[in-house]
């Protein structure tokens, strides 16, 4: 019987900010409990990123042995579509999409969490075997090194592809295993999407059918956030935890369930480090439950 991980190591923090330097956004992970973070390595709205320094790559990677932080997870910059049916925007975010991976190599970072791409005017299968195609152009990056891509469900806004187990799915498939891939749930963006995760009975529900359409073990993250919209709307509303529609036993099902509890879980509720503070409580006392 495999051992039940005791809640104070389970892997719960937050997206903290690396204003004034990504060190700090461990820094601010530590300071509200959190045992992993998630940050963006560069301004998220720029396509332009400067180099990090020999300095500034140096200084996390202290900061991150002092912390002991594990599992940290860069969150990519939402300008880049890996789908784009736009030439020149499709060319733009797959070279950003490139120096997002340099950065996390360089900062030994363990995720590199990004949303798949938008159709646009195109059709959503079109758009899949392009995100397909631009996995498949960074495969040089990973030979001996422990990065790993993480697909994030979308709530299903517009024509951004994703919020179907189906279509990550047919990524995961297609990319063959030569870029390291998985999938990082959100839970405001699956319930949003038309997935109940509301009761256990539901989540069930929802896991089995992820399991068929993508596979379990291709699940490695959650991003937790409660949702203001309803269920199936497509509106990407995040909630503080039992603020939402989503509720309070949704997330006490994610604690104790096996091995869902011992994935890494980003909070992305929109009050910041005050509430995450206790949010991160409230989580660790559900897993003792």
């Not at 995720?111 to 079109?126: I, K, Q, V, W």
């Not at 503070?277 to 989580?283: A, V």
Request: hydrophobic fraction near 40%; include cysteine.
């Amino acid at each position: 019987m495999t051992q039940r991980t005791p809640a104070d190591q389970l892997l719960i923090g937050a997206h903290t900010s690396a204003a004034g330097g990504p060190h700090n956004a461990l820094l601010e992970g530590k300071s509200i409990g959190a045992t992993t973070i998630q940050l963006f390595t560069a301004n998220q709205k720029r396509w332009a990123a400067k180099p990090l320094t020999e300095e500034t790559i140096d200084l996390f990677k202290k900061t991150l042995e002092q912390t002991a932080l594990r599992k940290v997870m860069s969150h990519s910059s939402y300008l880049i579509n890996l789908g784009s049916p736009n030439p020149e925007m499709l060319l733009k975010s797959r070279l950003a999409f490139r120096e997002e991976i340099e950065r996390c190599l360089a900062l030994n970072l363990t995720f590199l969490n990004f949303h798949p791409g938008a159709a646009l005017d195109s059709p959503r299968e079109e758009c899949l075997d392009r995100i397909v195609e631009s996995l498949l152009l960074m495969e040089e990056f990973f030979v001996d090194d422990d990065l790993r891509l993480l697909l994030e469900t979308t709530a299903g806004q517009g024509s951004c592809v994703g919020c179907l187990f189906e279509e990550l799915g047919y990524i995961i498939d297609k990319v063959g295993g030569k870029v390291p891939l998985g999938v990082c749930i959100d839970t405001c963006h699956i319930f949003v999407a038309g997935y109940d995760i509301r009761t256990p009975e539901a989540w069930q529900k929802t896991l089995d059918h992820f399991d068929e359409k993508v596979g379990l073990q291709h699940l490695f993250a959650f991003h937790l956030n409660d949702s203001v919209k309803e269920l199936g709307s497509k509106s990407d509303r995040h909630a503080s935890l039992g603020e939402g529609l989503i509720g309070l036993e949704s997330f006490k099902f994610l604690m104790n369930h096996e091995p869902l509890r011992s994935l890494p879980k980003y909070l992305e509720t929109p009050e910041g480090c005050p509430v995450w503070d206790k949010e991160i409580w409230m989580l660790r006392e559900f897993a003792r439950g």
